[in-house]
């Protein structure tokens, strides 16, 4: 997503550079959705993997409906739809198959059997090789996983983001489901860089409700805390937020592959480097206190994540 505009201006050969640098330094798995700068984003990648694709695990995405903007967007998860944008992804990225292609959103119109089944019939083809979700409930996954079995599981999930904890992750342990974290920085906020005063208008992170004047300013003691966390243990707030989740999924027996974006090489380096880092039980405890504290639901609407409908 950080390839198009949505967390700050970039041009195509700046976002071209940082995807060459981070497989060039050893990276293998690339996320996107047709969604991301409205194809903008499988079109870059579409010039990375023209001479790189077996170097690739690619993943895109289907279901979110463009037009109308954060908020209010619509969602389809029928056969038809699903049809129709896997050609358009498959042609803009400029390779036969997908190895991982997620329903990005549950449609609440479409039983999850169906639109999974439609997805099924894809991996026959060859057009798809694994089938994920996106922001699936607990109870969603296992329906899914009965029709075809389910490869990825993405949500977000960080140090003050854990509601996923509760269902989602039994359900993929159960199914042995690896489980891919989107946000994992929180937008940038857990990094401690994130500047109101230099947000675009394309940025849409004044969108979500923690990033609202007065939930910012709330929740600044708890971003401080993970700033002096992260000065302790003599690391970036990046790399303690990315390796937090690794030990989280250490913990819980769980393959976690976080996915922090990022528009700039040296941001490429400082994330990967935190795949080595192994915190000490102390912090560990400290920071998996602070997700009660946060003030400001993690969505403009619940119901748009699994967090509401399995509080439903």
Avoid: C
Avoid at 198 to 223: C, M, S, W, Y
């Amino acid at each position: 997503m950080s390839l198009s505009d949505v967390y700050g201006p970039v041009t195509d050969e700046d976002a071209l550079r940082t995807l060459t640098h981070a497989v060039d330094s050893g990276v293998t798995f690339v996320d996107t959705a047709n969604l991301y700068g409205l194809g903008r984003s499988e079109t870059i990648i579409s010039k990375l993997i023209s001479t790189r694709r077996e170097e690739v695990q690619l993943a895109s995405k289907f279901g979110i409906v463009p037009g109308g903007g954060i908020g209010k967007r619509t969602v389809r998860g029928d056969r038809a739809y699903l049809r129709e944008q896997i050609e358009l992804s498959l042609t803009r990225l400029g390779t036969d198959h997908l190895d991982l292609y997620y329903q990005h959103r549950v449609d609440p119109n479409v039983p999850i059997e169906e639109t999974v089944g439609a997805l099924a019939e894809l991996v026959q083809e060859g057009k798809i090789l694994h089938i994920g979700l996106s922001e699936a409930t607990g109870a969603e996954i296992r329906r899914a996983h009965a029709v075809h079995p389910i490869a990825a599981v993405q949500t977000e999930w960080s140090i003050v983001s854990r509601d996923v904890e509760a269902h989602v992750l039994p359900a993929v342990k159960d199914l042995g489901i690896g489980f891919v974290p989107y946000s994992p920085l929180s937008r940038q906020w857990l990094t401690g860089a994130y500047d109101p005063a230099t947000i675009t208008e394309a940025d849409g992170r004044p969108k979500f409700p923690r990033f609202a004047p007065d939930k910012l300013a709330a929740n600044q003691p708890v971003l401080d805390e993970v700033l002096a966390i992260a000065a302790e243990a003599q690391i970036t707030a990046a790399q303690l937020a990315l390796a937090w989740l690794y030990e989280k999924g250490r913990t819980l027996g769980i393959p976690v592959v976080p996915i922090p974006g990022t528009r700039f090489p040296d941001r490429v380096d400082e994330n990967l480097a935190a795949a080595d880092i192994e915190l000490s039980d102390e912090h560990v405890t400290r920071l998996d206190a602070l997700a009660a504290r946060v003030q400001g639901e993690r969505s403009f609407d619940l119901a748009w994540v699994s967090q509401g409908r399995e509080q439903g």
